[in-house]
């Protein structure tokens, strides 16, 4: 009888069909460690700096009510942030390293962040399109492969789906007030459109990553398939709002029951990513200052740390 010997790599693989969750200790390929240590401290990165186009407006909200919903929502986008950086740290990857390649421009994160929030409506439609791509993104991650991804992403989509829904609350109050009010969503809705079916990432022929984060099942949907599931769910959304969406070649498709649509400028793509995108600079120099005016509490954490110790020997 033939002995079947199966190599490391091959028995990885087998737990990963079977979708049996991949764990700290447990052996992994370097090329899957360190896929993974580039998703997730983009990831991570991305709830950081997407903090600051929000963060704008707090002082700005028309209401109390509303001041507090984007505080909480802001702070929320911390918290994902730290949750990924821990998930990070257990694949072997320092906090610190990870911190200094996005101040020093080398990390990526989402492009969608290098927009400028010029309205109230901008609330609204983060809300509305940017968290509503999030989540279409984030939800099959809660069934990655990795077991301290996956955990992290199931307590940051539901907080998501409430940041989504308070974003169409706001889509939809302005949409039922005044001429003026709805022509701000309809102006929001023509900057934000086509920025957002960017964030999904490069069309499947030039994403160099799919292939193997598909095979690993550390992504269980192309880039392509999320930005279809995308459209087809916020067409029916923004006619129920009476916007119209920016694209003239938009048209619904009865043979692949779902919607046609036109093509993603990646040109402007790649140059935000290289960090050309409209706001760049000031959200990279934003999370530097943040990050030196804030050396005094890593000081003072630190010297506590260093007395408890020293009072516990
Ligand atoms: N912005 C910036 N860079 C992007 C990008 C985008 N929208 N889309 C892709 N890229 C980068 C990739 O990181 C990759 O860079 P690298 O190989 O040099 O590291 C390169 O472009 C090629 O793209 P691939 O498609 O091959 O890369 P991936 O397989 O990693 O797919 C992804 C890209 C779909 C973004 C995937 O990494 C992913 O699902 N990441 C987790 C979710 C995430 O990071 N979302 C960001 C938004 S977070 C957010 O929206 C917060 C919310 O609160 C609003």
Known sequence: METLELTQEEQFQARIDEDIRIEPKDWMPEAYRKTLIRQISQHAHSELVGMLPEGNWITRAPSLKRKSILLAKVQDEAGHGLYLYSAAETLGASRDQMLADLHSGKAKYSSIFNYPTLSWADMGTIGWLVDGAAILNQVPLCRTSYGPYARAMVRVCKEESFHQRQGFEIMQTLCEGATEQKAMAQEALNRWW?????????????SPNTEQSMKWRIKRFTNDELRQK????????????????????LQW?????????????????????????????????????????????????????EKRKQRAA
């Open 230 to 249: 995308f459209v087809d769910m916020m067409v029916p959304q923004a006619e129920f709002l009476g916007l119209t969406v920016p694209d003239d070649k």
């Open 194 to 206: 086509w920025p957002t079916l960017m964030m999904f990432g490069p069309a499947d022929a030039d």
């Open 253 to 305: 498709n009865e043979a692949k029951q779902g919607y046609d649509f036109g093509d993603v400028d990646w040109a402007e793509f790649w140059d935000v990513v290289k960090g050309n995108g409209p706001c760049s600079r000031e959200r990279l120099q934003a999370r530097v200052d943040a990050w030196d005016q804030g050396a005094w509490v890593r000081e003072a954490a630190l010297a506590h740390a």
